[in-house]
């Protein structure tokens, strides 16, 4: 596969302008993944919000609304760092394909999940989802630990999030 110059893959820099522009493609490329992301993922919580979710039986354990933006927030700043990480330490092609391949099917997972949590009020689909989403996370934590440790370390909690809101989201379906 052909990259071009500039492209977030990267080249051995022959000089210091060069691995800057680098490293600000490769930042700027994570960021906007996530970014896009969090804006999304935001549209259709709040419609959500909004029209159904107060109606809902929830489990026991589920933390007050304001908790998960805190908690959302700090996860997307995580990710973003972790996939920065990994850009800027993979040393082969296919490490760059595996783990971007992997990154951007967890984001489109996640979107999907809100979407249809939240927005379409499909729980049954949603648990599905997240399901999916929790095994594509652990597959790309598997492939950020082979390219970076702490890459890897950054998605941890973010896995632990996902495992609880899979959890809340089955006791969701169960209980409606």
Not at 23 to 41: D, E, H, R
């Amino acid at each position: 596969m052909f990259f071009p110059k500039w492209s977030i893959y990267g080249y051995k820099a022959a000089n210091m302008e060069d691995k800057m522009a680098l490293k600000l493609m490769q930042g700027l490329y994570s960021f906007v993944l996530v970014l896009i992301t969090a804006l999304l993922a935001r549209y259709f919580t709040e419609q959500g919000m909004i029209s159904f979710y107060d109606t809902l039986d929830i489990p026991p354990g589920t933390p007050e609304n304001h908790y998960f933006s805190y908690a959302w927030s700090g996860i997307y700043v995580l990710l973003f760092l972790s996939f920065y990480i990994v850009l800027r330490s993979r040393k082969t092609l296919e490490q760059f394909e595996d783990a971007n391949a992997l990154f951007v099917s967890q984001l489109f997972l996640q979107i999907l999940w809100t979407f249809s949590f939240f927005y379409m009020e499909q729980l049954t689909a949603s648990a599905i989802v997240i399901v999916l989403l929790d095994i594509v996370t652990a597959l790309m934590m598997h492939t950020f630990f082979f390219i970076n440790k702490w890459a890897f370390a950054l998605t941890v909690p973010y896995l632990l999030w996902l495992l609880f809101a899979t959890y809340l989201n089955i006791f969701v379906v169960m209980l409606n």
